[in-house]
């Protein structure tokens, strides 16, 4: 069924609600720390979060960034976590139609939110976050259209398979990691994933002609992490990949 303008605003609130989770998962997950128990805190003075004061969004631009405690100040990433995920539910309730493809959508959405926020702060893609991923993006194409399914295989090893000669070619240019999420990209984007590479690579070829350009010498010793430009191209192949391929394939086949 189409989507009505209040179902796309139900699933945005649901989509912030998910990005205050994801940030408790991204900041405890590379640290080792339960994502379940206990409840999020005060990082300055370590004071339990009042429910009235985590609220996605409203609660930070109320309490204009500061801890009600101690005054002390709280990052932007979370209202940006919440905000952003809340805004890519909306667009893949809007491209799916609220059809069962909206899963697995909302699926690799949290997941990019999830894995970019990690790698940006400590340069790794988890395996504790890829392998749920991977259980989810067949759980949830077996239960929305089972016949997808082997496409989408062929298209996690294709990609993962391209890539990982690229980071055996080039090791500093990225890790393993990235060679997982990429795979893991084409469980749930299926030939989508073609798209969402080209993207990948095109936008990090780019910041980092712009950042050799910048400082010459010394940015050849400056890591850029790759997943959040993934995270770019897949977002591309979820909302746009399918009549990408249909137009490559109409123009030049």
Request: proline residues 6%.
């Amino acid at each position: 069924m189409a989507a009505g303008a209040s179902q796309v605003v139900l699933i945005a609130f649901v989509g912030a609600a998910v990005g205050s989770f994801l940030n408790v998962l991204a900041y405890r997950l590379p640290r080792g720390e339960s994502i379940v128990a206990p409840r999020s805190r005060c990082p300055a003075c370590g004071v339990q979060i009042a429910a009235q004061d985590n609220v996605p969004v409203v609660s930070w631009i109320v309490l204009g960034g500061r801890c009600r405690s101690c005054r002390g100040r709280i990052s932007p990433q979370y209202p940006l976590v919440e905000a952003l995920t809340a805004a890519l539910f909306a667009a893949v309730a809007v491209q799916t139609d609220l059809s069962a493809e909206l899963w697995p959508g909302l699926a690799l959405m949290s997941l990019f939110v999830a894995v970019s926020a990690i790698d940006i702060e400590h340069r790794i893609v988890p395996n504790r976050l890829l392998m749920p991923a991977t259980v989810a993006a067949l759980a949830l194409w077996g239960i929305a259209d089972p016949a997808r399914l082997p496409e989408n295989v062929i298209a996690a090893a294709a990609a993962g398979g391209f890539l990982g000669l690229a980071a055996i070619a080039y090791p500093a240019g990225m890790g393993m990691g990235d060679v997982k999420l990429v795979a893991v990209m084409g469980l749930f984007l299926g030939r989508s994933v073609g798209p969402a590479l080209l993207v990948a690579l095109a936008a990090g070829a780019a910041v980092g002609i712009g950042i050799l350009a910048a400082r010459g010498a010394a940015a050849r010793r400056q890591g850029v992490p790759f997943a959040p430009f993934l995270a770019l191209g897949g977002i591309v192949g979820q909302l746009f990949g399918e009549s990408m391929v249909d137009w490559y394939l109409d123009s030049f086949l």
